[in-house]
Structure formats: structure tokens, C-alpha cells
């Protein structure tokens, strides 16, 4: 999850009147992403990388995939600190948030067997996803726990952001296949649809200050942003 680099500090003062704006736009789009997780969860085609691991170790614990994420977000966000990274208000909120959400969702939605139902919820769980990511990248409250660890890497060992990604996500793929998580086209059609999906919606819902000081939704991609992708 990852956060656009903007002029104003992820935590700063608000003085546009954005702040409310901006805290529906975090938590509306944290919630998305919980449920469009979930969406995958039940399509049973094929996951986000991370939420392959968080499958594998539900697998083999016994919890929950929604709590098994929240522990895996706390984890990571304690290798933060050798990292010298800096959480946000957003950072702490999508290591509960997002899991909470899922397991939610999970609960609401029957089981899915054919694959007519199946298919469209897989679709329909990575465009969700997409407009998730648009929404809590554009409230600009700082990256998540595993975006952050990525960025971190980055600046530490100084290899590109894509290479550190690419690294990262294989590993946990890896490991969550190995331990039972669900690899398949879900999973290859996320890696190639979220990035435009996500620089889509970001365009829609970013938020910009009009001159007059008030609050408007932005029809432009804010400067500097990082797109997952």
C-alpha cells in the first residue's frame, strides 16, 4: 500500500479544510480493501501476493486470514525501526483496519462453489481493490506497513523500488504456497490490473485545495505519486 509524495506532510496540519475529507477517503478505502480481499478469499482463484502468505499461515494456525494479517502488519511494522521509517496515522490504521474488514466481509458473503459466481467475484475483488488503493493512497496518511518496509529496503540497500517489490512479493508468495495459500490466475491478473487500476482511481478521488482554500476532488494525478504496479 503505498502513499503519494506530496508537498504536505502525511500528518502535518490541514489548513485547506481537507482533514475530513481526506479521513473518509482513509478509512473508506481501508475498509474496500479489507472487503475486496475478501472477495478473493471466496472467488478461491488466486490472491493479492501478501494475502497468499496470510492464507497459508491461517492454514496452519488455525486463525482467522483477517487477524492473521493484522499480526503479519504489526510484524512488519516493527522491522520498521531498524529501517529508520516513520509510521502515519494511515500506517497503523491499515494493520487493523484492513483485517477487520476482511474477516467482516467473509462472514457476510456465502460460499461461492461454481465457477460462474466465482469468476465475476474475482473481477470484481481486484477492481474493487483498485478503487480502494485509489481512496487511501489519495488521503495521504502514509504508506502501509508492508509499503513501507519495501520503501525502507529501497533507500537502505539502494536497489529500485521494483526490484525490492519484486523480491518481497515473491518471497511471500513463495512461502504462502508452500504453507497452503491460494496461487492462480486471480493472482496473475491482480499483479497486471492493479497499478492502472489504481493510478485510475487515484486521479478520481485525489484531493487538491481549490485557490479559495476549499476542498475539491482533483481530476489529475497528484505530483510524485507511487502507484502500486
Do not use: K
Not at 499480526?71 to 521509517?85: D, E, K, T
Not at 490490473?193 to 482533483?218: D, E, K
Amino acid at each position: 500500500m503505498s502513499t503519494p509524495a506530496d508537498s504536505t506532510p502525511a500528518n502535518g496540519p490541514d489548513t485547506g479544510g481537507r482533514l475530513p475529507l481526506r479521513l473518509v477517503h482513509l478509512y473508506a478505502g481501508l475498509a474496500l480493501y479489507g472487503a475486496s480481499s475478501a472477495l478473493l478469499v471466496e472467488a478461491g482463484l488466486g490472491l493479492e501476493p501478501w494475502n497468499v502468505l496470510h492464507q497459508g499461515l491461517a492454514e496452519l494456525t488455525g486463525l482467522t486470514i483477517g487477524v492473521v494479517s493484522i499480526f503479519v502488519g504489526a510484524a512488519v511494522l516493527l522491522l520498521w525501526i531498524p529501517l529508520r521509517q516513520r509510521p502515519g496515522l494511515g500506517t497503523v490504521s491499515n494493520v487493523f483496519v484492513v483485517g477487520l474488514a476482511m474477516d467482516g466481509t467473509l462472514a457476510l458473503v456465502p460460499d461461492a462453489h461454481a465457477l460462474a459466481v466465482r469468476v465475476p467475484l474475482m473481477l470484481a475483488g481486484i477492481v474493487l481493490n483498485g478503487l480502494a488503493t485509489g481512496l487511501y493512497i489519495s488521503a495521504r496518511f502514509g504508506p502501509g506497513p508492508r509499503d513501507g518496509l519495501m520503501t525502507g529496503l529501497h533507500r537502505r540497500t539502494g536497489r529500485s523500488i521494483r526490484l525490492v517489490r519484486t523480491v518481497l512479493e515473491v518471497a511471500v508468495v513463495a512461502t504462502g504456497f508452500v504453507l497452503g495459500g491460494t496461487v492462480g490466475v486471480g493472482t496473475l491478473l491482480y499483479a497486471v490490473a492493479i497499478g492502472p487500476l489504481a493510478q485510475f482511481f487515484l486521479r478520481m478521488f485525489a484531493v487538491r485545495r481549490a485557490p479559495g482554500g476549499s476542498t475539491v476532488v482533483a481530476a489529475g494525478q497528484p505530483e510524485g505519486a507511487i502507484l502500486p504496479g
